[in-house]
RNA sequence: AGCCUGGUGGUGUAAUGGUAGCACAGGAGUUUUUGGUACUCUCAGUCGGGGUUCGAAUCCCUGCCGGGCUGCCA
């Protein structure tokens, strides 16, 4: 208990949480915590998403609450069950658990058609002819107020006639929508006497063709809230407008009123996330699809080699605030290099192989070294890896003629194969066209493990496969989407697939990898040392195709004092 | 233009009238069988101007700048 109150001070909350935890303590809702995390299925989760839902199910975990799932299933035109399913596996993947609260905004249909009705017969709503144009016209614009629609004092009777011939599809779409009487004056345009039914005669996926008119946002999602005692309705900045409506609505019907409260959405450098862009990325073939490893899809994301925990801290991370922010990508690297730095496995590969033939190494022998599986994990222990005569390196690592401090291999200097032997670079063998084909070395046999017993020490430390037993590998190697860190910002008349990097996909065909890299099942996180994290895509296929995916590269000063 | 909202190092986020802190990024170094990790050090900030106060990032006034809002989308 000491400790809990100490923890509690001396951590600071953020806005949110400090309501909350406020709310809790002095006693509203009976002291009751309980948020939703309510996307629309008309897309697939991303990111930004992921902030919410840590959010939402965050704030539900650490106060003694609950956090509902909830489809905001509302609007049929875009919706399918396709996106409800990806929703409900991605919040799972996340690591998070609604429970037996799940929900559709559908669910709620007649409950919300009977609050229209009460609203009707209270004055409060009325049913307009006017078309979409005519109600813009009259709607007035950001300094001048709107006009009142000319059926807005129909009858109470002649609007529950007409509400209810809507609902039975007497009438075409766009004809005819059912407005809230609020004040077509107000400096929020949102108050205008908004639309809260329209017509649609689109089958829903849940309710069929049950339903010819389908509630707003504004008028589902407020009521939807109330309907399942959610406490705090947290949502982004562009909904502030909404909210006197939201309250509006709780308090004309009399009903159990949640506290909507609004933060600043996620955005990332060199990412879009927008669903509009989002989907013509793919639509236009920029990338290979929703779970392209580029994109910032949760999906897309998982198959890149992100971890859940990974993100959960990243969505922890990125604080919450009211104000605009651009996160640096950087911040999420670093989240998923510090997980995987503990969790990965140790592999060896190779991206570019160079041949090196070992001459006083005898021919036809074999042996196995032994390997650290994760210098950061002792319980993993170590795995054998073959070694013989001939091994490959990375082309990286040989320089004929090397700059100051190049701790790598190169004519005449001594390296150390990781966890195998010494070796000093005797020759170098070039093709016609003068390319380095193979190196020609001698080991040093005293030196089996790593390490000389007479001390000598080497500066460099380089990883290898054994000719024999690697295995080809492509490999998959991701950049930034884009070359902007603000995608979204282009020049006038410019367009954002303009800011597009060319080369954010490279396939490397010729790779090889220790054995034992097979034997990692799909989406498993594992390093290649030196390289980077990686894991085996889906697409492989074991036993014939070996395809993996760089999550992301290590870090690399050398590269990078390099530049 | 009207209304709403927000301005703290490069980025993000703390400090709610009392020493401007943390993280990422950047720089330097130590350790190292990953030029990784870890550790140490370092660079760098309260939008401007007034006011209140012993004392202001914080309160007041004013200016400037950013974001949002004119769907029968959410």
């Not at 509690?8 to 806005?15: G, I, M």
């Not at 009399?254 to 506290?259: A, G, M, T, V």
């Not at 991701?478 to 597009?500: A, I, K, Q, S, V």
């Amino acid at each position: 208990m000491q400790n809990n109150d100490q923890e509690e001070t001396e951590k600071p909350l953020d806005f949110i949480r400090t309501r909350v935890k406020e709310d809790k303590e002095n006693g509203k809702n009976d002291g009751r915590i309980h948020t939703r995390f309510p996307p629309e299925p008309n897309g697939y989760l991303h990111l930004g998403h992921a902030k919410s839902i840590c959010l939402n199910f965050g704030i539900a975990d650490e106060f003694d609450g609950l956090c509902n799932l909830r489809l905001d299933d509302t609007n049929p035109v875009a919706e399918k069950t396709e996106y409800a399913q990806a929703i409900q596996e991605d919040v799972r993947w996340l690591g998070f658990d609604w429970e037996e609260r799940f929900f559709h905004a559908s669910d709620y249909f007649q409950q919300l058609y009977d609050w229209a009705t009460k609203l009707i017969e209270e004055g409060k709503a009325f049913v307009c002819d006017l078309n979409f144009d005519e109600m813009r016209e009259l709607r007035g614009n950001l300094t001048e107020s709107g006009k009142e629609s000319p059926y807005r004092n129909r009858s109470v009777e002649e609007n529950l006639q007409l509400f209810q011939k809507m609902k039975e599809g007497g009438f075409p779409e766009g004809s005819k929508t059912l407005r809230a009487k609020i004040d077509m004056t107000s400096p929020n345009l949102n108050l205008r006497d908004p639309v809260i039914y329209r017509i649609l005669h689109k089958e829903h996926p849940k309710t069929g063709n049950q339903w010819k008119i389908y509630p707003s946002y504004d008028f589902a999602h407020g009521q939807s809230d109330s309907i399942e005692g959610i406490t705090h309705s947290l949502c982004t900045l562009e909904f502030e407008h909404h909210r006197p409506l939201y309250d509006w609505f709780c308090e004309t019907l009399f009903i159990h009123h949640p506290q909507q409260i609004e933060f600043a959405r996620l955005n990332m450098t060199y990412v879009v996330m927008s669903k509009r862009k989002m989907l013509r990325l793919v639509e236009e073939g920029h990338v290979d699809g929703w779970d392209d490893p580029r994109m910032a899809t949760l999906q897309g994301m998982r198959r890149r080699g992100y971890t859940p925990e990974a993100i959960r801290e990243f969505s922890e991370r990125v604080g919450l605030a009211k104000r605009e922010n651009m996160i640096e990508v950087e911040l999420l690297e670093h989240c998923l290099r510090a997980d995987l730095n503990k969790r990965a496995v140790r592999r060896l590969g190779v991206l570019n192989p160079l041949k090196v033939v070992i001459e006083n190494y005898p021919e036809g022998q074999t042996e196995e070294v032994d390997a650290v599986n994760n210098p950061e994990d002792p319980e993993t222990g170590t795995r054998k890896v073959s070694f013989s005569r001939e091994i490959f390196i990375d082309q990286n690592d040989f320089m004929e003629d090397p700059p100051k401090k190049y701790f790598r291999l190169s004519p005449g200097k001594e390296v150390r194969l990781k966890y195998a032997y010494y070796v000093t670079c005797k020759e170098i063998i070039k093709d016609e066209n003068g390319q380095i084909v193979e190196l020609i070395c001698t080991y040093d046999p005293e030196s089996r493990g790593g390490d000389s017993p007479d001390g000598r020490k080497v500066k460099g430390t380089i990883q290898w496969v054994d000719a024999a037993t690697a295995v080809k590998s492509e490999v998959r190697l991701y950049d930034r989407l884009f070359l902007d860190p603000n995608p979204e910002e282009t020049e006038d008349g410019g367009d954002f697939t303009d800011n597009l990097n060319p080369e954010s996909l490279q396939i490397n065909g010729n790779a090889l990898v220790e054995s034992s890299v097979v034997d990692l099942p799909p989406g498993a996180p594992y390093q290649l040392e030196r390289i980077g994290y990686f894991c085996t895509d889906p697409d492989s296929i074991k036993g014939t195709q070996l395809i993996i995916n760089r999550s992301v590269a290590m870090r690399d000063s050398w590269a990078k004092a390099n530049k």
